[in-house]
């Protein structure tokens, strides 16, 4: 099922055909060369002093399925529900410290966000799905995957192949079927000074 963006100005494909479906195909694995693009996407993502905050825990269900249902366990049950099927799990965790002064950095998440959307996209490229998560226990996911504490725990993405939207059911394949849609141009960016609420 392709859902390409309707946007009020052209934009480059790989924009447009990004999104954040469920339908995951559970007999498709993704393979390791393909974790490694996505994660040498993200590796390459802009970052304040080039720090590179970003830490990701990859859980590959070819490659270790009890490191992925840790991961799943993690998430809440209304992603449980459809995440069930995504072979490749990552938890998205963001070092809240320079690396060169050990001082904080209040752009850790920022610069973070800029890495997982690269990987979204590369996903996109590669033919793959990636849907970013913020419905899972970030205590429950810190202490599973002993994450220090100086690491803010972000978001939880999962990423495979697609599957055809009968797969899912009920809500789930109600919001998968729904229109997308955006906030227009004018109420989100102003031009000079700030004409928001």
């Known amino acids: 099922m392709q859902k390409p963006a309707i946007t009020q100005q052209a934009i480059h494909e790989l924009l447009a055909n990004r999104w954040s479906g469920r339908a995951y195909d559970a007999a498709q694995s993704v393979s390791k060369e393909q974790v490694v693009s996505l994660l040498e996407a993200a590796r390459w993502a802009p ?66 966000g800029a890495a997982t959307e690269n990987l979204c996209l590369q996903a996109t490229a590669l033919g793959l799905m990636a849907h970013q998560m913020g419905g899972f226990d970030a205590d429950k996911a810190r202490t599973t995957f002993n994450v220090p504490e100086r690491y803010q725990i972000l978001a939880m993405v999962t990423v495979g192949y697609q599957a055809a939207v009968e797969s899912l059911s009920g809500e789930v394949k109600e919001r998968e079927l729904a229109a997308r849609s955006r906030k227009p141009l004018d109420e989100l960016f102003f031009n000079g000074v700030w004409q928001g609420k």
């Open 47 to 112: 970052s304040c002093f080039g720090d590179q905050p970003w830490r990701y825990v990859v859980c590959n269900k070819a490659e270790n399925i009890q490191a992925w249902q840790a991961a799943f366990d993690c998430l809440v049950p209304g992603n449980q529900s459809w995440a069930v099927d995504a072979p490749v799990l990552l938890l998205i965790c963001a070092d809240t410290l320079f690396g060169h002064n050990d001082k904080p950095n209040k752009w850790a998440a920022y610069d973070t």
